[in-house]
C-alpha cells in the first residue's frame, strides 16, 4: 500500500491549489479537480443507497461500482494512468441488460421517487450524469481516455434502471410524469 495519511490537513491546498497523483499542483477549481471531485460525489451517494435495504445482488453491484469510481477518480487524477477498461464497460452493460429484461418496457417518464431506495439511487444517477459532463468538458481541454466518459454513461443509465428496479421491489412503484395535468 502507498503512503499512508498520519496527519489529515497538511496546509498546501491553503492557496487554492491540490496535487494531483502525479505529484503535480494545480488549482482546487481546475476542470480536472471538478471532474474526480464529482466522480467522489457520485461515490459518496451511492454510498447513500448502500445505507438502505437492497436486494443482495444489487447491493454487490454497487460496491463493486463503487471500487470503479475510486479507480476511475484515479485515473482522472493521475493524467496519463488507466484504471478503467472495455471490460468494466462491458460488465455494466451486462448488469444493465439483465435488470433491465425483467422491467416493462418504458412508455412514459418517471420522475424521482419511488420509494427511499429508488429516490437515492436517482440522486445517485443524477450526480453520475453530472460527472460525466465535467470528465466531458475535461476531455476538451485536456487528454482523457474514452473508457471514463463510457463508464460514467454505463453507470447513470445502470442506475435509471435500478430506480426503476427497487421502485417495483418497494411496493412504492414507479412515479410517472403527468405531462395532462397542465391541461386540466
Known amino acids: 500500500m502507498g503512503n499512508r ?3 489529515i490537513y ?3 491546498g491553503d492557496d487554492g491549489s491540490t496535487g494531483l497523483g502525479d505529484g503535480n499542483r494545480t488549482g482546487k477549481d481546475s476542470a480536472r479537480v471538478g471532474a474526480y471531485g464529482t466522480v467522489d460525489e457520485a461515490n459518496s451517494c451511492i454510498g447513500l443507497v448502500l445505507a438502505a435495504e437492497l436486494p443482495p445482488v444489487i447491493r454487490e ?3 463493486a461500482i463503487q471500487h470503479q469510481l475510486f479507480d476511475l477518480g484515479g ?3 493521475i493524467p496519463g494512468h488507466s484504471a478503467i477498461f472495455d471490460a468494466d464497460i462491458d460488465r455494466l452493460e451486462q448488469w444493465l441488460d439483465a435488470h433491465n429484461d425483467e422491467l416493462p418496457p418504458l412508455k412514459d417518464f418517471i420522475l424521482p421517487g419511488g420509494g427511499e431506495a429508488a429516490a437515492r439511487c436517482h440522486i445517485a444517477r443524477t450526480v453520475v450524469r453530472r460527472a460525466e459532463r465535467e470528465t466531458v468538458a475535461l476531455a476538451r481541454i485536456e487528454d482523457v481516455r474514452p473508457q471514463a466518459v463510457r463508464y460514467l ?6 442506475l435509471f434502471v435500478l430506480a426503476r428496479v427497487l421502485a417495483r ?3 412504492h412503484g414507479e412515479v410517472l410524469w403527468n405531462h395532462e395535468r397542465r391541461k386540466a
Open 75 to 77: 485515473e482522472l487524477c
Open 153 to 158: 454513461n454505463r453507470l447513470s443509465d445502470l
Open 61 to 63: 453491484q454497487l460496491v
Open 5 to 7: 495519511l498520519s496527519k
Open 169 to 171: 421491489a418497494s411496493g
Open 10 to 12: 497538511t496546509r498546501t
